[in-house]
Nanobody
Framework: QLQLEESGGGVVQAGHSLRLSCSASASARVFATYNMAWFRQAPGKEREFVAGISRVSLTLYLDSVKNRFAMSRDNAKNTVYLQMNDLTPQDTGIYYC???????????????????WGQGTQVTVSS
């Protein structure tokens, strides 16, 4: 069964950066076929799409993180990354990595499209 493990969360001050990583327990060949995404959930709020990367490395971002966050993948390491710059307190939440097994060429932003999830990593940004 596919497992995802996130890392890299922490407590930072506003304006600082963090890089999240998500490693998958898949072979490199299988991992390369996945569309992947990062979601986040703040206390009392619904889980929201933050960024996605397709199997051909096309990316999609939540409007509020465009030009601040960058998602990338290293298929040889079965890992995706989320570089987060110029963090604000509104970026605080638990960040989850997820896999869309649907095999579509396009990225989807709805959480129901993603059927494998990691346990999440906490990001806290203080003002």
């Amino acid at each position: 069964q596919l497992q995802l493990e996130e890392s890299g969360g922490g407590v930072v001050q506003a304006g600082h950066s963090l890089r999240l990583s998500c490693s998958a327990s898949a072979s490199a060949r299988v991992f390369a076929t996945y569309n992947m995404a990062w979601f986040r959930q703040a206390p009392g709020k619904e889980r929201e799409f933050v960024a996605g990367i397709s199997r051909v490395s096309l990316t999609l971002y939540l409007d509020s993180v465009k030009n601040r966050f960058a998602m990338s993948r290293d298929n040889a390491k079965n890992t995706v990354y989320l570089q987060m710059n110029d963090l604000t307190p509104q970026d605080t939440g638990i960040y989850y990595c997820a896999v869309d097994h649907g095999g579509l060429p396009t990225l989807r932003s709805g959480p129901l499209a993603y059927t494998t999830w990691g346990q999440g990593t906490q990001v806290t940004v203080s003002s």
